[in-house]
């Protein structure tokens, strides 16, 4: 009778504890927990960031009075940015009223009154434009909007523009007109021309 009593008790335990654990009441849900959110929204005032190559040189420098950040988006909407392309390379330098960058895309975009420099031996270059994209993998500088290029004795107007920061060539399409101003090598000597420029046919 005693094996039976244990026995009789133990059934009652177990049914017990399975009763309790079926009760609405007594669950507790099993979640997974929740991973954090590291995405965020941001702004900067008088702001200046640096991008650099995977063998840690510097590509690109801008700096700004605003700086928005949008997380959905991960576009960055900056004021009056002013901007440093390759300073060790091509040494291009610029500002404009409007400018984003592009995270996912690795992608500058400049905007309203751009205005692209860059030191020559024979004179400072200078680009004026209203859109100029800047694409930090492909280490270029294109445009699509018509464009005026200006130097020392040249003037150039296209529809359009590639900067090829690799092997600092500009290439222009669309509609290109240019004068361009051409040093006699006749200065300097007797009855050579003051103005420096050699007349047609001579």
């Known amino acids: 009778m005693r094996w039976r009593l244990i026995l009789a008790a133990s059934l009652a335990l177990v049914a017990a504890f399975a009763i309790r654990w079926w009760l609405p009441g007594e669950r507790v ?6 991973m954090p959110d590291t995405r965020f929204d941001y702004t900067l005032t008088d702001f200046a960031a640096r991008f650099t190559d995977p063998d840690g040189a510097v590509t690109l420098l801008v700096s700004g009075p605003r700086l ?31 400018g984003r960058f592009e995270r ?13 420099t860059q030191p020559l031996e024979t004179g400072q270059l200078v680009i004026e434009t209203e859109s100029l994209h800047h694409h930090r993998l492909e280490r270029t500088i294109s445009a699509t909007t018509p464009i005026e290029m200006r130097q020392p004795g040249t003037w150039l107007r296209a529809g359009g523009l590639m900067v090829r920061l690799d092997h600092d060539t500009i290439e222009f399409f669309n509609h290109v007109e240019a004068q361009m101003q051409v040093v006699s090598p006749d200065i300097g000597r007797p009855g050579g021309r003051p103005d420096g420029v050699r007349q ?3």
């Open 200 to 202: 047609p046919g001579g």
């Open 29 to 34: 849900a099993m979640t997974a927990p929740a």
């Open 68 to 98: 928005e950040h949008h997380s959905l988006t991960r576009i960055a909407t900056l004021q009056e940015p002013r901007f440093h392309l390759d300073p060790a390379g091509s040494n291009w330098r610029g500002e404009s009223r409007l």
């Open 104 to 116: 996912d895309e690795e992608l500058l975009i400049m905007e309203s009154e751009v205005v692209l």
